[in-house]
């Protein structure tokens, strides 16, 4: 059964491939369709260009009790003061608005939102870092209440420590006291990582339908995942593979000493746990940086097996993650977030 599903993501990785290379230089005109393009990007990071007026951020929010389990909010420059705060403890949830009363909810507004996770090999790594903090006030100026998470680390706490407060962070989100706050629209709600964030984002968004927030209508919108490792297994450690000092930092991230007996690997690899119920994905991956473009190949032909729409654009050349965001690709990934969270 393993070896005819490998074959079959194959397969259809190398249908991925071909559309991409004949879509080269070339992107959908509407984000929000499935698509493939092949790009080139400059080197600078246009978010890090940028100066933000207007741009407020709260520091340092607790979503739990651990050290690191901390965010940031960049808010977009149309905030009302009182909305720069921390939200006050959580009241008990109450019941989710029904249909009937959709369109009163609608009149009292609210703001789409963008839950940021930074990468780092899962073992380091920071929100408040230069670039992801320019990332966090770019996408506040956008218009997106971004909300920008600090996670356990490894080896000290290893898998599923961060995918478990990476899914804390997203139910603080949805909490009613912090939709109150900083008016957000729980319907419309996305996330966005880079490299072991890209990976923590996939994981997060293919295994959301089996979230308690899930079942009370809070689910992910739109995923980003720019660089995320998809597969952990010891298909990562092949010739075409990632590097014998990356898989070290692999098997310490999922608290094993080999691939052959290391159950965690395709826990946390997201090929293997898309649904039909998955969200919509932008996926942002260079042709030759240090994570194989085949994972995000058999990962987007993964997803289309399962009918989830995915905008999968290929970066020529070496940018890893963030480093990818020039000014042509933070405006795909901006005009993809508009068209998925509108």
Known sequence: MRSSRRTMLALLAA????????????CSADPATDSNATVTTDPVIYPLSLRYPGIDVVTDVPY???????????????SAPDTKTTPTAAPTPSPRPSAATDDAADRRGGRPAVMMVHGGSWSHGDKATAAYRAVCEYLASEGFVTVNVDY???????????????????????????????????????????SAGGNLVALLAVTDHESAAYAAGDRIRA?????GPT??????????????????????????????????????????????????????????????????QEFVAALRAHDVPVTFVAVEGSAHSIAQLDRAMSERVVAFLHARLG
Do not use: M, N
């Open 15 to 26: 249908g991925v491939a071909i559309g991409v290379l004949g879509a080269l230089g070339s």
């Open 64 to 78: 739990g009790a651990d050290a690191l389990q901390r965010l940031d909010v960049c808010l977009p420059p149309d």
């Open 152 to 194: 356990r680390l490894a080896p000290t706490d290893p898998f599923p420590a961060g995918l478990d407060d990476v899914r804390r962070a997203l139910d603080w989100v949805f909490r009613p006291s912090t939709l109150a706050t900083y008016d957000i629209d729980a319907a419309r709600v996305g996330v966005f990582g880079g």
């Open 223 to 227: 995923v980003v995942d720019l660089s």
């Open 231 to 296: 597969d952990l297994t010891e298909r990562s450690t092949r010739a075409d593979g990632v590097s014998a000092s990356f898989q070290r930092k692999q098997l310490l991230y999922l608290g094993c000493r080999t691939y052959t007996a290391c159950p965690a690997a395709e826990r946390a690899s997201p090929t293997f746990h898309v649904t039909r119920d998955t969200a919509p994905f932008f996926v942002g991956h260079s042709t030759d940086e240090f994570i194989p473009l085949w994972e995000a």
